[in-house]
């Protein structure tokens, strides 16, 4: 079955060829409704894939925190870095 | 750069950027309710019961005009119980820690109950300043005491707030090093420290869902007086 051809900005990343990442970059919408949408669109993704399954475990939930803790020691590392062992404090 | 006890609670910036409106979001991270399922799953099903249960609770002593005010205290308390208990992970950052979001939250919340009082009916607004079957004689020192204590009700919701969660955290970061300093030295008492140090998260886990209960539950109460 042949594909119809779709524009490069609204193509999903995967489907994105490497040569055609800059255009695709260049189409995004990056107004302050687009990147909410962004955010909106890949949190209702990780939701539905994770956490929004009829079984669903601690998993979904736990992936997202332990992001966050991540994200929070890269954040906190300028603070952190004056807590290592030294002979003087 | 000396360190103190407290830097853990100064508010984060990155490259000067606060990071504390990110902390802020992140409670909506956990909480997606976007739906259109009939039955929804676990997590979800969980949550509906006791966000109903909790509702339920709070407003059953306030009448139908109180219950204007039910999407804002649920979601109050969903808000403060997300932030104070995402705190208790390593390295994150608490808002609830800070004064400046507790007594923004307190005290417009406060007000809006004393002015709906005021609007609804003055006379019984003004007559809770002074209890009933006081001695004459104690009647202006009581109608002091019950301006002062209504005027503080702000400030005592956000510090009682904000100084729960803050001693807390100092008190897992001072049990935590002195544990790790005693495994060198004492590792009887390193143990021990450790036990302590688990009770300690336990209680802070209560601590912080009970403090986000409690404030929600006060406002009610001063709901209840003036709606």
Do not use: C
Request: glycine share 6%; no cysteine; net charge positive.
């Amino acid at each position: 079955m042949a594909d119809r051809p779709v524009p490069v900005a609204e193509k999903r990343l995967m489907e994105v060829k490497l040569g055609e990442l800059g255009t695709w970059l260049g189409g995004r919408d990056y107004s302050p409704n687009g990147i909410v949408s962004m955010f909106r669109r890949a949190h209702t993704r990780y939701y539905n894939k994770y956490i929004g399954v009829k079984k669903g475990g601690i998993g979904g939930i736990a992936m997202l925190l332990a992001g966050y803790v991540v994200i929070s020691y890269v954040w906190s590392y300028d603070h952190l870095k004056h807590d290592r062992w030294r002979k003087h404090h | 750069m000396t360190m103190t006890l407290f830097d853990q609670f100064l508010s984060p910036t990155l490259f000067k950027m606060p990071l504390i409106a990110i902390a802020l979001v992140s409670p909506w991270l956990l909480h997606h309710v976007v739906t259109t399922r009939f039955s929804s799953e676990r997590l979800l099903s969980v949550k509906k019961v006791s966000v109903s249960a909790l509702t339920k609770h709070i407003f059953q002593p306030l009448g139908p005009l109180g219950h204007k005010w039910a999407l804002m205290f649920v979601s109050l308390f969903m808000f403060l119980i997300t932030l104070n208990v995402l705190g208790l992970l390593p390295y994150t950052f608490t808002p609830t820690t800070q004064l400046s979001l507790t007594f923004s939250l307190a005290l417009p919340l406060w007000l809006a109950t004393v002015l709906i009082g005021f609007r609804l009916d003055p006379t019984r607004a003004l007559a809770h300043m002074l209890p009933q079957g006081t001695p004459p004689l104690l009647i202006p020192v009581l109608i002091i005491i019950e301006t002062i204590s209504v005027m503080i009700r702000p400030l005592a919701l956000a510090v009682r707030l904000m100084a729960n969660l803050t001693a807390g955290h100092l008190l897992i970061h001072l049990i935590s090093t002195g544990v790790f300093l005693l495994t060198s030295m004492m590792p009887m008492t390193a143990i021990l420290a450790l036990a302590l140090l688990g009770l300690l998260t336990l209680l802070e886990i209560a601590v912080a869902v009970i403090q986000a209960y409690v404030f929600v539950l006060l406002l009610s109460l001063y709901l209840l007086e003036n709606v």
